[in-house]
Each structure stands twice: as structure tokens, then as C-alpha cells.
């Protein structure tokens, strides 16, 4: 990891939680949860449209359990992260949030998963990367991309699914995920229009009324 030059997040996964590994993993890259944020410089600024980005990492590793858990107590840390309204935010966590097809009976997702949902989409989160099922796969859910990538450093794959990792790129339009393969290849995997947030809202609304019958409201930070 020392031969990544650019800014690093390092989240902890389900493996490095085991035989008190956690403790391991804060000797060597520090606290599971972290943020990152990073000003744009005026001209990319304007052609991004957005000030800088956010991101945010979360540990949602359980010792010696496969599944995942964030964590009631950690909604409201997660949302005084995102203090810069005009950032493109990005939420970095190990266990997925949701399904990934091609993965088999599903067991593993975080335990707090739709708690989770209702967080980052209260926060207007543009981006959600995961992995923890060895399958890249990718989601539109209420105007959010979310990113579960496949394995890079282990053959411990699913299926016919072969070992790679993601690269995204942001432009003022749109989110572009590359997948790369170990035999070399980059293809484009996904294209997400910025511009899916506001489309959705205006088509899927939740109605304040219903908000505030069933208590749901209350459950954001």
C-alpha cells in the first residue's frame, strides 16, 4: 500500500476483525472510521461543479463474525462528516448494503443495512463503494450509486467471476466505473448521470405525512 501515492481511506473488512486483528489494523493504518476531504481547485471546481469531495470510511467489521454492522451510535458521527454542501460525497465501506447477484444465498450484509440506507440517502450521498462478496456489481438506489467491486488480491472468486477492482471517474454530468481485470483490461462498467438524484426525487417521493406516521423521520440523524 506504501507504493499508492495519492490520499488513502483503509477500511477494515471482516477478516482483519478476526483472532483481535482490529487491534492489528489500528497499530498499522489507525481508526477504522476516517474521513477524507479534499478542496478542488477553482477551475476543476467549476467544470465538477461541486467544491471538493468528502469521503468517508466506515467500519462495519465484527469481530470473528462474517456479518456486518455500522451501528445506531455511528449515524450521527457519519453526518458531521459531510459539513461541505457543495462536495461530491462518497461513503467507503466493507460489507455491501445491498444484494449482489451471482454471489449465492445471501448472508452476510450489514445487519443495520436499511438503517444505513436511510442515513446516506438523508445525507444526499452520491456514491456508496463496498465489496465483501468477491462480485462487482452496481446499484441505483434513490439517486445514489452504489459500487460493490470485485477481489483483487485473492483467487477466492464466485463463479466464473474473475479477480479485478474499480475505477471511477467523476465529470460534472456523470459517474463512469471502470473495471480493470488482471489480464490488463479496463472496460467501462457503469455510466450514472449526476443528474439521477434530482430526476428521482421528483419521480419517488415519500410523502412528509407518511414520513412522520410511521416514525421514520426520526430514525435520521
Request: with cysteine.
Amino acid at each position: 500500500m506504501d507504493r499508492i501515492e495519492f490520499p488513502q481511506v483503509v477500511i477494515p473488512g471482516n477478516h482483519d476483525a478476526r483472532n483481535v486483528g482490529y487491534v492489528h489494523f489500528q497499530r498499522f493504518f489507525g481508526d477504522p472510521h476516517s474521513r477524507l476531504r479534499a478542496a478542488l481547485e477553482p477551475l476543476r471546481a467549476e467544470r465538477l461543479q461541486a467544491t471538493g469531495f468528502t469521503i468517508v470510511g466506515l467500519d462495519s467489521s465484527e469481530p470473528d463474525v462474517d456479518e456486518g454492522r455500522v451501528g445506531r451510535d455511528r449515524y450521527p458521527w457519519i453526518a458531521d462528516q459531510f459539513d461541505e454542501p457543495g462536495d461530491i460525497r462518497i461513503v467507503a465501506v466493507h460489507h455491501h448494503l445491498v444484494p449482489i447477484p451471482g454471489t449465492g444465498r445471501e448472508r452476510n450484509i450489514v445487519l443495520d443495512a436499511a438503517d444505513v440506507l436511510l442515513t446516506l440517502v438523508g445525507l444526499d450521498v452520491d456514491i456508496v463503494i463496498s465489496g465483501h462478496k468477491h462480485v462487482p456489481f452496481f446499484w441505483g438506489l434513490n439517486g445514489m450509486l452504489i459500487c460493490n467491486s470485485g477481489t483483487a488480491g485473492t483467487r477466492r472468486i464466485r463463479a466464473s467471476t474473475p479477480p479485478s477492482w474499480n475505477e471511477l471517474h467523476v465529470d460534472a454530468t456523470t459517474i463512469k466505473v471502470f473495471t480493470h481485470y488482471l489480464d490488463g483490461r479496463r472496460e467501462l462498467s457503469v455510466i450514472f448521470s449526476r443528474k439521477t438524484r434530482t430526476l428521482t426525487r421528483e419521480a419517488f417521493y415519500l410523502t412528509d405525512d407518511f414520513l412522520a406516521s410511521n416514525g421514520i423521520e426520526a430514525l435520521r440523524p
